[in-house]
């Protein structure tokens, strides 16, 4: 089977930088991919690592060691509107072959002024 | 269409009654998925299409829930005599393909606004 874990919950000031983490277990892995959900939204897509290292767009950059089964998510420069859910999700592929996204509880991320 | 569309937003049914909830996707998107989100959860993979291959219903909770997608576009999921258990907030998502590329790209998922069952 599959688990994610996340912190439940971060709280930061605006201009902050924040770091969720993410340890996940898999039977199969094919990447770590991180969306972001507004209350009430739909999740939104943010990024994928399909090999070590730092991936960065924007604000945003996303970090994955696979030997230890571990990624993050970094926002920088923090605004009031990235206050939101962020979760982690694994593509497992391995039994089906296709990429079914086994997502984390999400951690809650509050921007105050 | 511009993005994922699904109908109704909002659907609230007694319990014991069928429903029907409807997902448009992305065109020309081959992929397609439901989810399941109960308040502040994680989303629950339910099912899989993609192009004319037989669905994997691998993540479906009972034998109440079924989907069918017509044409390999519009999906449907139905869920008969709904349970209080079943209120949750249902999303679908489409991607261009299913399979890895390797990359973020083709594979990525776009989601719907969603459907908020609550089940009396």
């Known amino acids: 089977g599959q688990s994610l874990e996340q912190p439940s919950e971060v709280t930061a000031v605006e201009g902050a930088i924040v770091q969720i983490n993410c340890t996940y277990q898999?039977?199969?892995?094919?990447?770590l991919s991180w969306y972001q959900q507004h209350d009430g939204g739909a999740p939104t897509f943010l990024s994928y690592?399909?090999?070590?290292g730092l991936e960065e767009t924007g604000r945003f950059s996303s970090f994955l060691s696979r030997s230890d089964s571990y990624g993050y998510l970094l926002l920088q420069e923090l605004q009031m509107k990235d206050s939101a859910s962020y979760f982690c999700?694994?593509?497992?592929?391995?039994?089906?072959?296709?990429?079914?996204?086994?997502f984390g509880t999400g951690t809650r991320l509050l921007v105050s002024p | 269409g511009a993005g994922v569309s699904q109908s109704p937003s909002n659907k609230v049914t007694e319990k014991g009654k069928d429903v029907e909830l409807r997902c448009d996707p992305i065109?020309?998107?081959?992929?397609l998925y439901w989810y399941r989100q109960s308040l502040g959860q994680g989303l629950e993979f339910l099912i899989y299409?993609?192009?004319?291959?037989?669905?994997?219903k691998s993540g479906l909770p009972s034998d109440r829930f079924s989907a069918e997608r017509t044409g390999g576009s519009v999906s449907t999921l139905t869920i008969q005599r709904t349970q209080q258990e079943d209120s949750a907030v249902y999303l679908c998502?489409?991607?261009?393909?299913?399979?890895?590329?390797?990359?973020?790209?083709?594979?990525?998922?776009?989601f719907g606004p969603g459907t908020r069952l609550t089940v009396l």
């Open positions: 998502a489409s991607s261009l393909r299913g399979k890895p590329s390797g990359g973020g790209g083709t594979d990525t998922q776009y």
């Open positions: 898999t039977s199969g892995f094919y990447g």
């Open positions: 690592n399909g090999l070590d």
């Open positions: 999700a694994v593509r497992d592929g391995v039994n089906t072959g296709f990429q079914k996204l086994v």
């Open positions: 065109s020309g998107h081959t992929a």
């Open positions: 299409f993609q192009g004319n291959s037989a669905p994997d």
